[in-house]
């Protein structure tokens, strides 16, 4: 089975600079998805970045990039000039190619804070 | 565009009652599913359905049951309730497997 893990529990950042968030996944595919969710305190569950395993370039939405590795099993999020607004709960989650009764699978979570 | 909706927001339920957390999307999206969330955890899928009349069970179905008779429409049904079914319910659609998941708002259930 797939499995997700978020290594950091809990990070903090301060307004403007630039945090990494990690996320290592577990799995004998060789095509999946990978996503990082954003939920914030009003626990809407927002979509954050997106990236297909057979791509070889590291998916970017405005200041959100990704660190994919393969071979390594990694896909850390990077939020640059960090904003009050980032402040949530950030999920990473894999998604198999094909359908079997666990689609999508999500990791713990990490907190992060952005700090004034 | 309303995008996920689903109601109610809050419930309270005792032990061994039932009930149906509604969920309804506009997008016209094939792709369906039902998440809990439990305190300091991450989603884990209920069921999901793949179209109407299709559904499959996910992670942790036990104790739910659900029906897709619509594109629009993915009910989730609760019998006899118990204290571990406390929790956060989201449903959420995609318009493909692989795609982008919109998720609804949530249903804080609390079972007493």
């Known amino acids: 089975a797939q499995t997700v893990t978020q290594s950091q529990p809990e990070m903090s950042v301060q307004e403007a600079e630039t945090v990494t968030l990690s996320c290592t996944y577990d799995?004998?595919?060789?095509?999946?998805?990978l996503f990082w969710y954003k939920q914030p305190p009003s626990r809407q569950m927002i979509l954050v970045i997106r990236?297909?395993?057979?791509?070889?370039q590291n998916a970017t939405e405005n200041r959100f990039s990704v660190n994919f590795q393969k071979a390594a099993k990694s896909f850390s999020l990077k939020i640059s000039d960090s904003q009050l607004g980032d402040t949530a709960m950030y999920f990473c989650?894999?998604?198999?190619?094909?359908?079997?009764?666990?689609?999508?699978?999500f990791g713990k979570g990490t907190r992060l804070s952005v700090i004034a | 565009n309303a995008g996920v909706t689903q109601t109610p927001k809050f419930r309270i339920l005792k032990i061994g009652q039932s009930m149906t957390l509604q969920c309804t999307q506009d997008?016209?999206?094939?792709?369906m599913y039902w998440y809990r969330q439990d305190p300091g955890m991450g989603l884990k899928l209920i069921y999901y359905?793949?179209?109407?009349?299709?559904?499959d069970k996910g992670e942790v179905p036990n104790g739910y049951n659900v029906s897709r008779s619509t594109t629009e429409d993915f009910p989730l049904r609760l019998e006899l309730a118990a204290p571990s079914q406390t929790s956060v319910y989201f449903c959420?659609?995609?318009?493909?497997?692989?795609?982008?998941?919109?998720f609804g708002p949530g249903t804080r259930l609390t079972v007493t």
């Open positions: 989650a894999f998604m198999k190619p094909f359908w079997g009764n666990t689609p999508l699978v």
């Open positions: 997008m016209n999206h094939n792709y």
């Open positions: 959420a659609s995609s318009y493909s497997r692989g795609d982008e998941q919109y």
């Open positions: 799995t004998s595919e060789n095509n999946y998805y």
């Open positions: 359905s793949v179209g109407a009349g299709i559904t």
């Open positions: 990236q297909e395993a057979y791509k070889q």
